[in-house]
């Protein structure tokens, strides 16, 4: 019996920019011995595009993913290098690959990232909203009313939230968010690193119900619970605290607690940290 073990490489690729792909992917690719992909085409387009040689190329999505395991399980027993793609992004994040990655775990062989584009991250980091703590929820689901329920979750969250809609829900799914959530700032973000890539900002009622012309791929990030306008010290504070007891450096806590004041600036919150933190060692 031999002791090989093989490696599950879980492999980020472009969201729409070509040039996005890592050198160190790219050679993942084009060496292993067996890519796993949602779609085939797809992929296959990619290696064209990317200059790689035609590998062996096996679909494994939404409706596959389980009986594909012990196939690959198999092949990584013998020592095989095999790659996990999604059509396009990180895998796993919202995309088939969770079992087998989980899989592959538990039967010791080695699992490890080719990191790279992301449609969470990309629109998260350009959006201009609070970035931390955040939550990821894939795409929403499709009734109000189970949209209402994995939204409520967070309604006394301080947290910003990230998701994946289809243009012909987006409005519908942001009157329900609107409702669930109450005012908060959103930006909404489409064809990420695509030669018309967008960003939308404003607030959730000024989508909330309404029939948006946007066309590709959209990602949605909105932000933490908007505070009304501070009225007093108290306010502040409070919202320091539930900021603060989130943890974090004090600018990185200071901004957080922006996004959610109105009247008071990063700067002022960022002194009053300081403040608070030597009256603590005073």
């Given at each position: 019996m031999s002791d090989a073990r093989g490696t599950l490489w879980v492999v980020a690729t472009p969201l729409g920019n070509a040039q996005d792909l890592a050198p160190r992917s790219r050679d993942i690719l084009a060496r292993a011995a067996l890519v796993l992909c949602?779609?085939?085409?797809?992929?296959?387009?990619?290696?064209?595009?990317?200059?790689i040689a035609p590998g062996r190329f096996l679909s494994m999505h939404d409706h596959n993913e389980e009986g594909r395991v012990p196939q690959v399980l198999g092949l990584l027993a013998g020592g095989a290098?095999?790659?996990?793609?999604s059509d396009a992004g990180t895998p796993v994040l919202s995309d088939p690959g969770y079992l087998l990655v989980r899989a592959c775990r538990e039967a010791g062989h080695?699992?490890?990232?080719?990191?790279?584009?992301?449609?969470?991250?990309?629109?998260?980091?350009?959006?201009?909203?609070?970035?931390?703590?955040?939550v990821f929820l894939g795409f929403l689901p499709r009734k109000s009313g189970d949209i209402r329920q994995a939204l409520a979750r967070?309604?006394?969250?301080?947290?910003?939230?990230?998701?994946?809609?289809?243009?012909?829900?987006?409005?519908?799914?942001?009157?329900?968010?609107?409702?669930v959530l109450g005012e908060r700032e959103c930006v909404i973000a489409r064809e990420l690193t695509k030669t018309h890539e967008e960003f939308l900002p404003g607030r959730l009622s000024d989508f909330a119900g309404k029939e948006l012309e946007l066309l590709g791929e959209i990602t949605v990030v909105v932000g933490p619970a908007l505070e009304a306008a501070v009225s007093g010290e108290g306010d502040v504070?409070?919202?320091?605290?539930?900021?603060?007891?989130?943890?974090?450096?004090?600018?990185?806590?200071?901004?957080?607690?922006?996004?959610?004041?109105?009247?008071v600036t990063v700067k002022e919150l960022y002194e009053l940290i300081l403040e608070g933190q030597g009256r603590a060692h005073g």
């Open positions: 949602e779609d085939t085409r797809r992929t296959a387009r990619l290696f064209a595009q990317q200059g290098e095999i790659a996990l793609v080695a699992v490890r990232p080719a990191p790279g584009p992301s449609a969470v991250m990309a629109a998260l980091c350009a959006s201009g909203l609070a970035p931390q703590p955040f967070f309604a006394q969250a301080g947290c910003t939230l990230v998701f994946f809609e289809r243009k012909d829900r987006l409005g519908k799914s942001l009157a329900v968010a609107l409702e504070r409070s919202v320091l605290a539930a900021e603060m007891a989130a943890g974090g450096k004090p600018k990185d806590v200071a901004r957080r607690a922006a996004a959610r004041l109105r009247g």
